[in-house]
């Protein structure tokens, strides 16, 4: 048997080095591009979480849903559970307020009080909050407004709110959970 012999030039060296170079290159964009991907993925990611602020000095209390994330959330839905009933907020023109006044009618004597609708599709931008109701300036609807929230929540009153980010990715959060969760 007589084996192959390459014999090795100047011409060969230089084209095996260049083809090496090449596929190298390549890889290195291959990775490049897979990094790029992750960087744009991650600078759209939205991630809410629901505020409280209390100022009991100020007489003040808001409830705000605040995203933290680098890109915007946008609300899908807002669903209330109470006492063992699903309720959807579309079926209260979309205001948490109004849902509150039909389970404690007494909220319905609030006067000095701001509200937001939470209707689907409402972009809340990065680093931003979205003030769902507030209550202010008045000793009276303060006492009132937290006195009958903390009632709802003792009896069970709970939310989900789903939304998604501008590539479609969906999140939902609980009342009872520490973070957004992912849905697939």
Avoid: C
Avoid at 13 to 30: G, H, P, Q, R
Wanted: glycine residues 4%; neutral net charge.
């Amino acid at each position: 048997m007589s084996k192959l012999k390459i014999k090795w030039n100047s011409d060969k060296i230089v084209s095996l080095s260049a083809m090496s170079i090449s596929i190298f290159t390549l890889i290195i964009f291959i990775y490049q591009t897979n990094l790029m991907s992750k960087q744009n993925y991650l600078s759209i990611l939205p991630y809410v979480q629901i505020s409280i602020s209390e100022d009991k000095a100020h007489k003040t209390f808001s409830l705000d849903i605040k995203n933290h994330g680098v890109g915007p959330a946008i609300i899908e839905s807002v669903i209330i559970y109470y006492k063992g009933e699903k309720h959807d907020l579309r079926d209260y023109d979309n205001y948490l307020y109004n849902y509150l006044k039909s389970e404690m009618p007494i909220l319905d004597s609030v006067n000095f009080f701001s509200s937001s609708t939470l209707d689907r599709g409402i972009a809340i931008p990065a680093n931003s909050n979205y003030n769902v109701f507030k209550v202010f300036e008045s000793e009276r609807d303060y006492d009132l407004l937290t006195k009958s929230l903390g009632e709802l929540l003792r009896k069970g009153l709970r939310y989900e709110i789903t939304y998604r980010s501008i590539q479609d990715e969906r999140w939902i959060i609980h009342s009872n959970s520490e973070g957004p969760q992912k849905l697939d």
